[in-house]
């Protein structure tokens, strides 16, 4: 079985900071460009980073670029996202999801989900 867990997630003040994890299952992540995604309710799923397979590409959105930064410890099969400066749109049900040998995340075309951790940003 090939699984994917999010932990880290919670309630923060605005302005505060969570780092997410993402720890595969059954199947090392060494080999598979890792994202994080989130969701809104009602909406579809959005990237908010990724990283590629061997480690040295990474990019996000505007909307979180200089606050979110993903890294990989494949030692610990893990991938982590660091998120700074948390603002309330933030909040959302954040996702990791992983793709076979790739330098990028196309949300449609990833081969394992996560099931979420939810992030709330409140004060």
């Known amino acids: 079985q090939f699984h994917l867990v999010e932990s880290g997630g919670g309630l923060v003040q605005p302005g505060g900071s969570l780092r997410l994890s993402c720890t595969a299952s059954?199947?090392?992540?060494?080999?598979?460009?890792v994202g994080w995604f989130r969701q809104y309710p009602g909406k579809e799923r959005e990237g908010v980073s990724c990283?590629?397979?061997?480690?040295?590409?990474?990019n996000y959105p505007d909307s979180v670029k200089g606050r979110f930064t993903i890294s990989r410890d494949n030692a610990k099969n893990t991938v982590y996202l660091q998120m700074n400066s948390l603002k309330p749109e933030d909040a959302a049900v954040y996702y990791c999801?992983?793709?076979?040998?790739?330098?990028?995340?196309?949300?449609?075309?990833?081969?394992?989900w996560g099931k979420g951790t939810l992030v709330t940003v409140s004060s």
């Open positions: 990283i590629s397979w061997t480690g040295d590409i990474t």
């Open positions: 999801a992983a793709r076979f040998s790739d330098n990028s995340c196309p949300r449609g075309a990833m081969n394992f």
């Open positions: 059954g199947f090392s992540l060494n080999s598979y460009a």
